[in-house]
């Protein structure tokens, strides 16, 4: 089956600490994403990646790290100097080689807890 | 800057209803409009992805509907059931030269009561 896929489902940070959430997607997208959502809120784009090696900053990039050495990965990177990281990360992906371009796909989510 | 606002913010409902939610976008210059199901503490599921040729879209029960000139989409849903109930949020393209981003409307809390 042709999906994404994150990990973990659930991750506890302690203060200080770097952490990283895994994406994985299988569908041969040029393009992948990663978004926050916090309670009652809509998605905010922290980083998206075009094409292997490239990434840009969304609205939300600091305090978050990427990278994108291959087209089927797109980690991020939580570090300590992002002071309020408890959140749902949702990574997603889109073909952007054929119509519709930007038609978004996404995985399971992975829930952030700072204790 | 395209900004996506959706009404009402949540919506209560009693089974079998057919209802309407609403999503206005301020970019009009869009190409396609995407609408998504969230379930507490999932992922997003794509519902309708409805481009700018066409003025409607539809999957089953699910009916979305999209006027550029107004800067509108209603996602429609006949004889509501309570699996229907959900999180709909849509989304657009960022517009200008952003056309690989989306940006999200907050979203429709759906309740369907039995």
């Known amino acids: ?115 | 800057k395209q900004e996506v606002t959706q009404i009402p913010a949540a919506l209560s409902v009693p089974e079998g209803e057919n209802l309407v939610l609403n999503c206005s976008f301020t970019d009009s210059a869009i190409y396609n409009l995407q609408w998504f199901r969230q379930d507490p503490g999932k992922g997003l599921t794509s519902l309708l992805l409805i481009q700018s040729s066409q003025r409607e879209q539809t999957s089953g029960r699910l009916n979305a509907s999209l006027d550029k000139s107004s800067g509108r989409s209603t996602l429609y849903i006949a004889a509501s059931q309570p699996g229907d109930s959900a999180t709909y949020l849509c989304a657009a393209p960022g517009g200008g030269t952003s056309y690989d981003k989306v940006i999200f409307g907050p979203g429709t809390s759906l309740s369907v009561i039995p």
């Open chain 1, 1 to 115: 089956d042709g999906g994404i896929t994150q990990s973990p489902k659930y991750l506890f940070r302690k203060e200080g600490q770097n952490v990283t959430l895994s994406c994985e997607q299988n569908l041969n997208h040029d393009a992948m994403y990663w978004y926050r959502q916090d309670p009652g809120q809509g998605l905010r784009l922290i980083y998206y990646s075009q094409i292997v090696n490239d990434f840009q900053k969304g609205d939300i990039a600091e305090g978050y790290s990427v990278s994108r050495e291959k087209k089927e990965s797109f980690p991020l990177t939580v570090t300590s100097a992002q002071k309020n990281p408890t959140a749902f990360y949702l990574c997603a992906s889109s073909p952007r080689d054929r119509r519709p371009y930007n038609e978004q796909f996404f995985g399971p989510g992975t829930r952030l807890t700072v204790l």
